[in-house]
């Protein structure tokens, strides 16, 4: 009985550590081969809305809708790279993955782009990555085109620069937006429950020896 208690908790150990790896690490992010075209930039402006660098924004469309919106392209340090991202979300809603989002320059050049693939759903992003060199400015625009005429889409896109290189962009180089106390609170989460079944084995385990002990004197004693 004590051989298959103690494997049954080694098992459910196994089972919650391989599940926790495969909601955190499994994730289905693409690097879409998409084309850049300047699709809508006959609707921006000079005073279109910024994106906010380095954070993941919400974006709503209606059907057919095309949306511009301007971002920094001054890189913070040489070297970086200029990354592009969008993911679903978790309001995602509509023809998301019928988006597709492209990055220009201020004087209207493609250089960019992203969409979200059939199949990706809440934090799963297309990213890409281009040289700073490419955005020619200290300013750029980013459009995203709707090609659904009878549904709206709500997702989220994301800009920013990332130490690299073109050649090893990797979804590491975009911030998913969680705090680092979020994993921290996780880590702690998972030793505790650890704890909690190699404690609950080990004081069962020796509750039932001392026992057999204490038999073991009556018996002697008879």
């Not at 495969?22 to 879409?32: E, I, M, N, W, Y």
């Not at 750029?140 to 896109?157: K, P, V, Y």
Request: charged share 15%; glycine share 8%; hydrophobic share 40%.
């Amino acid at each position: 009985f004590f051989f298959i208690l103690e494997v049954s908790s080694i098992t459910m150990i196994k089972a919650f550590l391989c599940l926790l790896f495969v909601c955190f690490v499994f994730a289905v992010d693409t690097t879409s081969p998409c084309i850049p075209t300047n699709t809508g930039f006959n609707k921006c402006a000079s005073n279109a809305t910024m994106l906010e660098e380095g954070e993941w924004s919400d974006i709503t469309l209606t059907a057919s809708q095309t949306l511009c919106y301007s971002f920094n392209g001054s890189a913070p340090d040489s070297g970086d790279v200029f990354v592009l991202s969008v993911r679903p979300g978790s309001d995602s809603d509509g023809a998301f993955d019928q988006v597709s989002a492209n990055a220009m320059t201020s004087a209207g050049v493609p250089f960019g782009c992203a969409a979200i693939q059939n199949g990706q759903e809440k934090n799963d992003m297309d990213f890409h990555c281009y040289t700073t060199t490419s955005v020619g400015g200290t300013s750029g625009f980013i459009t995203f085109s709707n090609r659904n005429s009878t549904s709206g889409a709500t997702l989220q896109a994301y800009y920013g620069y990332a130490e690299g290189t073109v050649n090893t962009c990797a979804a590491s180089y975009v911030d998913d937006g969680s705090s680092v106390w979020f994993y921290v609170t996780i880590s702690l989460i998972v030793v505790v429950v650890i704890a909690v079944v190699v404690l609950g084995v080990g004081g069962y385990i020796f509750y039932k020896k001392k026992k057999q002990a204490a038999n073991y004197d009556i018996y002697e004693d008879a």
